[in-house]
């Protein structure tokens, strides 16, 4: 049976970890990639890791940087939408095939891709903005944090 009550307050019990998490969250959003870029990022990765805390907090974000809620909406279908940039849409694609490891196709040909819209210390950016959504949703997820009223 599955229930939707936290298991532990893990934000209480590993309070150094928590901070330090959180602190890299808050550099990347401040970063070069701009807090846009990472909120689609973190928004994407967390509607494909089911994080439905993640997703309300990520879309919220979006919603407050002026994104529209149309905008907001599409960009689980960000391939047929026209509201996504270049660089959006590259970041995306990359996003998408690293948080599928290991049976994405994180290819020389799409690091290709993402190298004509990215230079390299952006996709470092990008790497550790991935890995640290990822690390929030399998928090959130495993702990079952609740959503926010």
């Given at each position: ?21 959180l ?38 974000d ?32 990359w ?26 210390a ?12 990822v690390?929030?949703?399998l ?11």
């Open positions: 049976m599955h229930t939707s009550a936290a298991r532990v307050p893990y934000i209480q019990l590993a309070p150094k970890a928590f901070q330090g998490l602190d890299l969250s808050q550099t990347l959003k401040k970063g070069p990639l701009g807090e846009r870029l990472i909120d689609l990022v973190w928004l994407r990765v967390s509607q494909l890791n089911g994080c439905a805390y993640c997703i309300d907090m990520h879309g919220q979006l919603l407050r940087q002026g994104l529209s809620p149309r905008e907001l909406n599409a960009v689980a279908g960000w391939r047929e939408a026209p509201f996504f940039s270049e660089r959006e849409r590259a970041a995306l694609r996003t998408e095939l690293i948080n599928a490891t290991p049976n994405g196709d994180a290819s020389d040909e799409e690091f290709a891709r993402l190298s004509q819209q990215f230079s390299p952006e996709i470092a950016e990008l790497g550790f903005a991935i890995s640290t959504i690390a929030w949703n928090l959130n997820v495993g702990f079952r944090q609740p959503l926010p009223a």
